[in-house]
């Protein structure tokens, strides 16, 4: 068990997803829409074209072409039926039950969102960095999960994470942290303080933007103190 001081040093809500729609992603996704040449588009206009194509089909078959792109590789054609329908009312990204899945859930729903004018919910994440002082060496293999141990520090005892994550949070594995948080990247690193940019859903971590400074005790996986030590 390691001791750190923490810094929550800005927080923001955002609706889009950093590196979402790529080029590459928008020009595969109007392939599907079987669009002429969307190769030949303008940089600046391929997501206003992608958006326009969508609303060529029912809002449910736009969202089956979607989520075909985002997620067909790891449902069945009939789970993805399903949740074309479903996503027009409800927060996949929140709430359907395979975590790994909601990062796509969420930019496939932000993408019809946008295109049908609200038909879909509105998607919700947040942005933060913090600032974490001491032993940082316990971030180099898996650090998802030493700091969403460390973001539950910082949170209240009724916030999610600690209500559905218990076991986990106090025990040698927390598997799932790696699909709380959707992207990790380290700002800035010294020998004993590491900055992270952490983007998530608001339905995880959200309460973290009440903390501004606070200390946390965290561990490792049990996996990963055994790979540091060999």
Known sequence: MSHFKVKVL???????????????????????????NPGEIKDAELKEMCMMSLTDFEPEEAAKIVLDYTIADRLTEGQINNLSHEILSEKLWEEYPELHLHPDLFRSTQLLYDAFNGKFPRAEAVRFSIEVEGNVSIFEENPEAPIV???????????????????????????????????????????????????????????????????????ADAAAEEDAEK
């Not at 539950?152 to 594995?173: C, P, T, V």
């Not at 992207?183 to 309460?207: C, R």
């Open 149 to 219: 141990r460390i973001l539950a520090a910082g949170m209240s005892d009724r916030s999610l994470i600690h209500r559905l994550f218990s076991d986990q949070l106090a025990g040698e594995k927390f598997e799932e942290a790696k699909d709380i948080l959707w992207q990790l990247n380290v700002v800035s690193k010294s020998a004993n303080t590491v900055t992270f940019d952490i983007v998530s859903s608001t339905y995880w971590l959200e309460e973290i933007k009440y903390a501004d400074s606070f200390e946390a005790e965290s561990h």
């Open 10 to 36: 800005s927080f923001e809500q955002i609706h889009e997803l950093p590196g979402s729609w790529e080029k590459s992603d928008l020009i595969n996704l109007l392939n599907a829409m079987d669009y002429d």
